[in-house]
């Protein structure tokens, strides 16, 4: 697009989304009783409210909030011992190949202050580069689907789209890999010494980049899943 379309367009955008349109009147989520942001001055959101479409951003739905740690950390111990009892298994095997692969595919390792600008798609590879410069075993990655999978299937109230797992599983991958940080020494202007200054940046786990990270695993695990769930299900419990 050329630089004059996109200033239009960016205009455009801006103007309608500042323009309350009333076809878009309620937020879908349940007895929520208020405007979907299109029929507000607030964007452009046609299904949901400011407040329900921040929850949506960050938990992969607009209502049924995250999985605590508490909640998955069971299983993800469950999943953990279960791969590695069956790490022979061929299944097993092709979902840590495939992991492996998101992580050697995922290009140069990318700080995170530098992740700004980066479209959702890039700064998901750089996510998967960082996890290789960690280097975080691939079977914990694994694990983490399988946790957010078996969560699901144990409860009563599960949220059932595609979206909700991927950024459940997404949001527990995120958090294998840290910030960045750094820490620099700098001559006080007055001669009287030297100070430290640190940074720290850790990347934010919301948005578009989840459902991306969220998608490769899936991907990755698919098959993994679709063979080996029931019998990972049926494992003994915990702290066996
Ligand atoms: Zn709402």
């Known amino acids: 697009m050329s630089l004059a379309r996109r200033k239009k367009r960016k205009a455009d955008v801006k103007q309608r989304a500042s323009k309350p349109n009333s076809m878009y009147s309620y937020c879908r ?3 929520c009783p208020n405007p979907a942001r299109a029929g507000t001055s607030d964007g452009l959101g046609r299904l949901y409210c400011r407040k329900h479409h921040d929850h949506y951003q960050r938990h992969g739905s607009p209502f049924k909030p995250s999985y605590k740690a508490s909640e998955l950390n069971p299983f993800r111990k469950v999943a953990l011992k279960w791969l590695e009892e069956n790490g022979e298994d061929a ?3 092709s979902a840590v190949a495939a992991v492996e692969q998101l992580y050697q595919s995922a290009g140069p390792h990318v700080e995170a202050f530098r ?3 980066l479209k959702p798609r890039q700064r998901a590879q750089a996510h ?3 996890l290789r410069t960690a ?3 691939p079977v914990k990655v694994v694990s983490a689907w399988l946790a957010v999978e078996m969560a699901l299937a144990s409860d009563a109230q599960s949220d059932w789209r595609p979206e909700y797992k991927r ?4 949001k527990v991958v995120h958090r294998m890999a840290s910030g960045s940080h750094r820490k620099w020494t700098q001559s006080r202007l007055d001669g009287t010494g030297t100070w430290t200054q640190e940074l720290h940046v850790y990347p934010h786990s919301r948005g578009r980049v989840l459902r ?3 998608e490769d695993l899936e991907k990755a695990c698919a098959l993994l899943t679709e063979r080996c769930l029931d019998s990972c299900l049926s494992a003994p419990p915990r702290g066996r």
Do not use: N
């Not at 950024?167 to 997404?170: C, G, L, S, T």
């Open 29 to 31: 989520a349940a007895g």
């Open 91 to 93: 299944w097993v095997r």
């Open 115 to 117: 992740l700004r600008g």
């Open 128 to 130: 998967w580069a960082r």
């Open 135 to 137: 280097k975080v075993d």
């Open 167 to 170: 950024v459940q599983a997404a």
């Open 212 to 214: 991306h990270i969220g």
